[in-house]
């Protein structure tokens, strides 16, 4: 089946810089990756997206790039704030079902 | 913007006894599923429903757990009799496509 792996597994940076958080995926027939930001006590919040027909996607100061011959993608995060800090997963989706990885710790310092 | 909501917030039982999670998924959503993370551990996908059937499931999902739609608003979660292995927060979560929309969760304490 279907496995991610994600790193780092905690970031801390410094308010303005940039954050990147790389995840590789096992499964070709994955064609979905969705990255999820989730706070203390609350569900995992969709914050973008990226199907396996588009190599990069951006809004705003978040993009995610695939590479689909490599099978990893990444989160990037620029000109970070302090409410960016939360902990982030990634996901594959080879049917309908999210395959997540473990997870990163983003702390941004003001 | 429509939210998918879930009751209780926290459920605490005692091992062996039968608890029911439930979800209100966004309204013109087609696609159901569970979730379940163990504090902190990763999200882990338990079932998905579709068409008022489960359409995948994972090895987690045994017998103990069912999943059903009773009145076409309401989606549950039920695990017949509780082992201490089941505390967790349980995420519901609705899509009409892809991803999906996460509720806010339960926390299950099973003493």
Known sequence: GENVEQHPSTLSVQEGDSAVIKCTYSDSASNYFPWYKQELGKGPQLIIDIRSN??????????????????????????TQPEDSAVYFCAASPTGKLIFGQGTTLQVKP | EPEVTQTPSHQVTQMGQEVILRCVPISNHLYFYWYRQI?????????????NEISEKSEIFDDQFSVERPDGSNFTLKIRSTKLEDSAMYFCASTTNRGGSFGPGTRLTVT
Do not use: C, M, P, W
């Open chain 1, 54 to 79: 588009v190599g990069e996607k951006k809004d705003q100061r978040i993009a995610v790039t695939l590479n689909k011959t490599a099978k990893h993608f990444s989160l990037h995060i620029t000109e």
């Open chain 2, 39 to 51: 504090l902190g551990q990763k999200v882990e996908f338990l079932v998905s429903f579709y068409n």
